[in-house]
């Protein structure tokens, strides 16, 4: 979902190896208007590189904010200070990640998980996801930990086509 209000504001999406990458986030305190503009820009920047989700550090800021879009009926998900309090199941998949063009990798994930955060006024927040949606989750929320899928994947490969990478890509 895009929004149709105020101007876009599309930021640089920083890529492995660069250290915030590898940086454990920071919480977040204060849910003000520099919060919001930072969640209303990763939406942006995640819709315009035709991802399913970015993560703060991902565009250079090391604090513990997520957007996960994967396309159901969710929409758009902003979550601030999130947290995984149940993982139960597993899938294996592939992944890639805007932060690491022209890779993807196969990732052993948590089917389930149940997770906790803020929206963007520090209400709670909970989501109960399986699948995909729990995939994308469990992505982002390894940025906030300064974890990529390359560090897990049970095999990492080049992405054969454009178009697999912008569809998996977050
Ligand atoms: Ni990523």
């Not at 250290?19 to 986030?25: D, G, I, K, M, N």
């Not at 819709?47 to 904010?65: C, E, H, M, N, T």
């Not at 390359?150 to 054969?160: F, K, N, T």
């Amino acid at each position: 979902m895009k929004r149709k209000d105020a101007v876009m504001s599309i930021r640089l999406i920083v890529k492995h190896p660069d250290p915030v990458l590898r940086e454990r986030a920071q919480e977040v305190t204060k849910f003000n208007a520099n919060l919001h503009k930072l969640l209303d820009d990763m939406a942006d920047t995640m819709y315009d590189a035709d991802g399913v989700g970015l993560a703060a550090p991902q565009i250079g800021i090391s604090k513990r904010v997520i957007v996960v879009d994967v396309g159901d009926e969710h929409e758009l998900i902003e979550m601030v200070n999130p947290e995984i309090v149940l993982a139960e199941g597993e899938q294996l998949g592939p992944e890639g990640c805007l932060s690491i063009p022209g890779l993807q990798g196969d990732v052993k994930r948590a089917n389930r998980i149940v997770i906790k955060g803020q929206d963007r006024h520090g209400k709670p927040i909970q989501y109960d996801s399986t699948e995909f949606l729990s995939r994308a989750f469990q992505h982002e929320v390894d940025h906030l930990n300064g974890v990529l899928f390359i560090d897990s994947a049970e095999s990492v490969y080049e992405a054969r086509k454009p178009e697999d990478q912008e569809q998996d890509g977050d």
